[in-house]
């Protein structure tokens, strides 16, 4: 099977749900905003080795690749239309491989209601490489960005956060004291992200300011406080954890360090964002997402992470970086 | 400098002339067509030891990144507009690489006018992988496919071709009898392919169906008659050559096998239309750029290369694959 039947017979199904896609056929696609709606556009890669390991299946990796970039939209605000992708596989990726490949994408488009638009394939001497481009849809001006936190809002972030750090330590047999059902759960957050998609509209009519967490709940405030001009203030105490992670936590002799670890892993795919205090509520009960107030926003620069009492707690790093 | 400090110091300058860039300080970008049209969007990605040399300077590899995706905006007959950058540098990069691969996207983004808009930047154990998503407009419904092609239109490539192909066995050594000056105008083509964004707008005003060659003239051709249901007959005498590429063909023993090489060799990027006979004269015109008559579309399918007296030349392989 070369590259052109890999494309008609493998990718092509994918691109049915859209016109503008010409059954991949051709060497771009069209694409054109609903009416009164402007496009949001946002591209992530992933590398094997680096953002999966080269051990995950294939079906579960296109999966990721996918959602990370849905996970994007959502943050801003945006319903999701489609995705370009491009991949790089390795030359002696095999066909199997790269059929279950194309089965998780296929899940996943069902499952997001996406359609594959149309991309690039090759193949080269390193590793996998993914690189998708996605597409989402707000009503004109209306995407929510990072810049307009102001004094006065809380901060929310939605579901739990810190899950997906434990689950890729679990995977790397780090983490002993878990029990078995708690060390599936925290895998299956790394392994399987799911972008809060149903929380997007709610987002773009309530949200300030907005960002998945992708390099960490810190890092991530960080670059709000950073683009609004305004400092985040993160009370430890209050961030959403699941029971694995709580069991975790409980079992750690230094609960700041331990916090303060859960608070900078990444790789969540939740949606932290500024608000009216009252507005936190009202994006749960219309998204059916569950929303936790954990800080607020005031006059200054940067990030405070507040153990018990209001005593700062020490952040080893920001986040993730990739140099 | 880490991944953020690159991101704001080095990339954010190149998405100045896009607002809905917002300084690539936000995780997506929005962007809507012109009133009354529609995005093109396509996708290629380059890779280090594939796509071009490991060796090669890294301004000339963005450059050329960028250029094969305004290459396919050209040839759907769309305005460019902006493009997506995802890349994967290799781990031990110097500074001094990435930023000469910035200075290579800065100088291509003035002559071509189009903007950064957003994208993302890892590094990874593999090669440096460069995956573009360009952006181009038309009005609506009128990009140029590979499906118009009808028995009656002409066959037109614009350029010359071949050359590129020459280029990178000059760069690798295997042209022994070519001399100095015609080795470096061929060298020249495969580093530095000159995408024929002026021909967009009379493309999409007259032709019926056309691509760039990029995978080669024949294969490239193949492409046309497979989705337009029609067979394109080209007549190797027609086909425009360089005055270097001229010369290394007459030196060469077996014309008819250096034709089939020189039609089959990928990387031109040049533009194949068919539309009406008057046509082709009428693009150079209105584009200033050169348009060659190279043959004649059918009733059939497939592509026949045909040598002196109408004898089919034999062409080895169809172009270039990937797999």
């Not at 990370?68 to 939209?73: I, K």
């Not at 790269?98 to 359609?115: H, I, K, T």
């Not at 078995?180 to 987002?203: G, I, K, Q």
Request: aromatic fraction near 4%; proline fraction near 7%.
């Amino acid at each position: 099977m070369d590259e052109f039947d890999f494309i008609r017979e493998r990718l092509a199904p994918l691109a049915r749900g859209a016109p503008g896609a010409r059954g991949l056929s051709d060497d771009a696609a069209t694409l054109a905003p609903p009416a009164g709606c402007e496009l949001v556009v946002t591209a992530d890669a992933l590398v094997a080795g680096v953002h999966f390991r080269q051990a995950d299946p294939l079906d579960g990796v296109a999966a990721k690749a996918l959602r990370v970039n849905l996970s994007d939209l959502a943050a801003k605000g945006a319903d999701p239309i489609g995705y370009l992708l491009s991949i790089v596989w390795p030359r002696d990726c095999p066909r199997t491989d790269m059929e279950r490949f194309v089965a998780g994408l296929a899940d996943d488009q069902a499952r997001y209601g996406v359609s594959l638009l149309g991309g690039d394939t090759t193949s080269g001497p390193g590793p996998l490489v993914i690189a998708i481009t996605a597409f989402g849809s707000v009503p004109e001006g209306r995407m929510v960005t990072r810049a307009g936190a102001r004094p006065g809002d809380a901060v929310f972030v939605t579901g739990t956060v810190g899950d997906a750090g434990l689950g890729l330590r679990a995977l790397g047999h780090e983490l002993t004291r878990v029990s078995a059902p708690d060390r599936v759960a925290l895998e299956r957050r790394y392994l399987a992200p799911e972008p809060r998609v149903d929380a997007a509209r709610a987002l773009r009519d309530l949200a300030h300011a907005a960002i998945d967490v992708s390099d960490g709940l810190v890092a991530d405030a960080g670059h709000i406080a950073q683009t609004s001009g305004a400092r985040l203030v993160i009370e430890a105490l209050s961030i959403p954890l699941s029971a694995a992670a709580r069991a975790w936590l409980g079992a750690e002799p230094d609960k700041a360090a331990a916090m303060s670890k859960l608070a900078t892993s990444g790789d969540d795919y939740e949606i932290l964002f500024c608000a009216p205090p009252e507005a936190g509520a009202e994006v749960a009960r219309r998204s059916g997402v569950p929303v936790t107030r954990i800080g607020r926003v005031e006059a200054g620069q940067g990030v405070a992470l507040l153990g018990p009492g209001g005593a700062p707690i020490p952040v080893a790093r920001g986040g993730f970086t990739h140099f």
